[in-house]
């Protein structure tokens, strides 16, 4: 939670109208495949929704029944749903193009419900907050609960999701926003104190792209107190780093069994990935794919030959990138054929191009010669 809380900006207003779904709307909406013991709802949203009415309806339904819930909103759709998004039996929540009203709730309370959510998805919705709000969360010691959000997930998407203020700047007083800027440091600090750690064991999938209001504190948050054991896919498309963030350089020891990690999109100038040695002796057969596609990249490590060498090879697929047609550009070239020794069905990499002031064009990667290096 605390990562969103630095995704909050001054919106307008926003006024929503209060209404009730009853049991027979889930009824309708929720049929049931009892081979599956499952309920699949499917639910569009042309005025608003309340999650703790779909909550309420959820707690009746026998204890072994499962629930998975998709939600898709019109441009009026307005889904009210309090982190953490607990609901009995609830294992499949996927929610488009909403508006998501009550997101930080006021109740920073236990639910008594277990962690249950198997895959989350948020996408292209616009989480409304009150400002107020959120400068109180900044100086509140948050639960395990609240703090980790549901530790049962496999897979986590958070795509193109924005921010909007129910408050007019003039509701908000200069004295409120200094005491934000004061208590930044210690926030920041924050996780040194905590006696817990967030457990991920299960999740496997992360995308949290297309964003333009990711902190660059957002890895740091993420990785201090929490542990990602098995995550394989981590999507970061779009979200305009102009670095890499230390933690990924780390990779290998804050996500051991990253398998792809898409960096796309961004304007990435150089890179990274050998920092902190991995725990593990034992070499693996299938590498790390890099994906640092359409980024801003111009310049090739010195030690790009050690991309092979370690216990886990790491395949950097710089397409799209200004690469000059030079020694460096011939560095790389000679890490990619290595690679496609290994590897060929990353065959697309030969492919790649540098730009020569030379002959005024694009060369590809394998056509590249250069008598002077």
Not at 357 to 367: D, E, G, M, P, T
């Amino acid at each position: 939670m605390l990562r969103h809380l630095f995704g909050i900006i001054v919106g307008i207003n926003l006024i929503l109208a209060v209404t009730c779904q009853s049991r027979s709307f889930f009824d309708m909406n929720c049929p049931q495949n009892k081979a599956a013991n499952l309920r699949k709802c499917e639910i569009f949203v042309d005025s608003r929704i309340d999650f703790i009415d779909f909550g309420k309806w959820t707690s009746e339904l026998e204890s072994t029944v499962k629930v998975s819930l998709d939600v898709t909103c019109s441009k009026k759709g307005v889904f009210s749903l309090p982190w953490p998004m607990k609901a009995r039996g609830l294992i499949k929540l996927n929610v488009k193009g909403c508006v998501l009203e009550g997101f930080f709730p006021e109740s920073l309370t236990p639910t008594n419900l277990k962690d249950e959510l198997q895959e989350l998805s948020l996408d292209t919705c616009v989480i409304v907050s009150n400002l107020k709000r959120v400068i109180y969360l900044f100086n509140t010691p948050l639960t395990k609960e609240i703090d980790c959000g549901q530790q049962t997930l496999q897979r986590s998407v958070w795509r193109n999701i924005s921010y909007m203020s129910t408050n007019n700047m003039e509701d908000v007083t200069i004295d409120q926003f200094l005491k934000v800027f004061s208590s930044f440091e210690h926030f920041l600090n924050r996780p040194k104190q905590i006696r817990y750690r967030c457990k991920y064991s299960n999740l496997k999938y992360i995308d949290e792209s297309i964003s333009s209001t990711r902190s660059k504190y957002s890895f740091l948050l993420m990785t201090a107190y929490a542990d990602f054991p098995k995550l394989h896919t981590f999507r970061w498309i779009d979200n305009g780093y102009r670095s890499i963030p230390q933690e990924l350089i780390d990779w290998r020891k804050y996500f051991p069994q990253l398998k792809l990690l898409d960096l796309s999109y961004n304007n990435v100038t150089k890179f990274d990935f050998l920092g902190a040695p991995s725990s593990e002796t034992a070499s693996k057969s299938e590498p790390l794919v890099v994906d640092l596609s359409q980024n801003s990249v111009a310049e090739i490590p010195i030690n790009m030959p050690d991309y092979l060498t370690g216990s886990v090879p790491i395949i950097v697929d710089l397409t799209g990138n200004p690469l000059r047609c030079d020694c460096n550009f011939l560095r790389y070239k000679s890490y990619v054929m290595n690679a496609l020794k290994r590897y060929e069905k990353y065959e697309k990499l030969s492919r790649i191009t540098c730009n020569s002031a030379i002959k005024h064009r694009k060369i590809q990667l394998v056509n590249y010669r250069n008598n002077n290096c």
